[in-house]
């Protein structure tokens, strides 16, 4: 949406059409709200400061390029969002309340709300709502739109365009979550968000990076909610069960702050938790209002137990893995402007890979960037014609499959399962070893397979083949990439039990590309700038 506000805004002339397969005005991870920016430049601070900070959080393997053109933007979309209505909180003096070095607090309960109605007062910006976009649609390697279809109506839809912009969020639903069953939705990132940006870049044969360097969230026990709120907000630090604080031992970037946890779990220290006994009335008044703004089960949890965090520390525990670009540095492999390795495709926020730490205000830089770069790019190209269209015959193969031994509910199950045990889940403490990976190729290869005799009866039957499907795809790439990094650079992130050490052999992007059917990895320097000229 971001970038569909730059380019109406700049360029009156083009036609910009935004397909979501929700409704813009509450979908992806951003739906529920956010009360705080996590990426800006407070006084005191630089740009450059940022872009120290994202390739430190990273160990290295992040684009420097990328960062800085991310992070010289940050406090320019921050004044245009909330020049569209977004609450930014502001002291005395009028100036912003920051809540650590790089983040301001905000009332963002509205932040989708405010964007899809700046949307919609441009008239040459029309909104698709409810239509899943299933495939890029290629004239050899240049992509000239993408074909989805109506979640509700029998419908499909063949969108052309000269330019098309990829920003579909990342992938959550891989690995078997924290709860089971009924309460499988309770994650940290949005459960509807499956990859599927990823997987039409992997199967259209784009160049994808760092995959392996997954998000794995450090949460609040049971509800899975935020704990910078806690940790930033009241300075709440870790303890363990026998009440000693022990982050020093670890270090204290993202993954080894979770890694911490799990460590002190294993060595029979836990449960750990977030030391808020004592805190203030104010302060547990401001964290009730926090949570309500993004994560209101904490705050309910609080009231239902009658254990507010005053009186009771807040238990901690790890997420399921994901594959998000705006947290670490998975994605597209992409050059300053945003452009992927496909002609006429661009990626921005979380398929847009190594350039991590990016968050909400990151991602609009990145949708402000792609936008300016896709105006230049249409006025040079003409549309080309279509090379082949079978979306239909596929559709109907999938309505006129008979009825299988399993569902897709089951296959997505049994993906979770092999993933979460052969891949580094939760029931692994986060690690794997190389004949695990292999257990997980085969498993997934098999599923795949059974994915194919999966029948619709329904379009939100359809709907969940195509998202499985995308999970598929993206659990294939993934697994290659942690094959292929041979170290543990990242741990928890990426713990490679034979490889338990860092190895300066891969100071470099694990990228890759589907060739004939197979994963290629391609291995480039740190130093490598990415994309010259198609």
Known sequence: MFAAIRLAETHPELSILIVEKANIVRSGCLAAGVNALNAYITDGHTPDDYVEYALNDANGIARRD??????????????????????????????????????????????????????????????????????????????????????????????RAKATLMATGGAAGLYRPNHPGFSRHVMWYCPFNTGAGYAMGIRAGAEMTTFEMRFIALRCKDTIAPTGTLAQGAGAAQINARGERYQHRYGNTTSERLHAVVSENLNGRGPCALETIGITVEQEKALEHAYLNMAPAQTLKW????????????????????????????????DRKRRTTLRGLYAAGDVAGSCPQKYVTGAFAEGEIAAESIAEYVAAHDLLPLDRFNAVEEVERLFGNPRGLYSTDELEEAMQQSMDEYAGGIRSNYRYTDAQLQTATAHIDRLERLSEGLRAESMYDLLKIYELRERLTVCRVLIEHLKARRETRWHCFAEHADYPDRDPTFDCFINSRLVDGKVEIILRRLEDDGIEEH
């Open 66 to 159: 990328l960062l800085s053109t991310m992070s010289e933007r940050l406090n320019a979309v921050t004044r245009k969002i909330e020049s569209l209505g977004l609450v930014i909180l502001k002291d005395a003096d009028g100036n912003y309340i920051a809540r650590g070095a790089r983040n301001i607090k905000i009332n963002g309960e509205n932040i989708k709300p405010l964007l899809a109605a700046a949307v919609k007062s441009f008239s040459n910006v029309e909104v698709l709502n409810h239509v899943n976009v299933v495939d890029l649609m290629l004239n050899g390697s240049t992509v000239i739109g993408a074909w989805g279809f109506d979640v509700r109506e029998p419908t499909i839809y063949r969108l």
């Open 303 to 334: 009231l239902e137990t009658k254990m507010p965090p005053s009186i009771a520390n807040v238990e901690i525990e790890g997420s399921e893995p994901y594959v998000v670009g705006g947290h670490t540095a998975s994605g597209y492999w992409i």
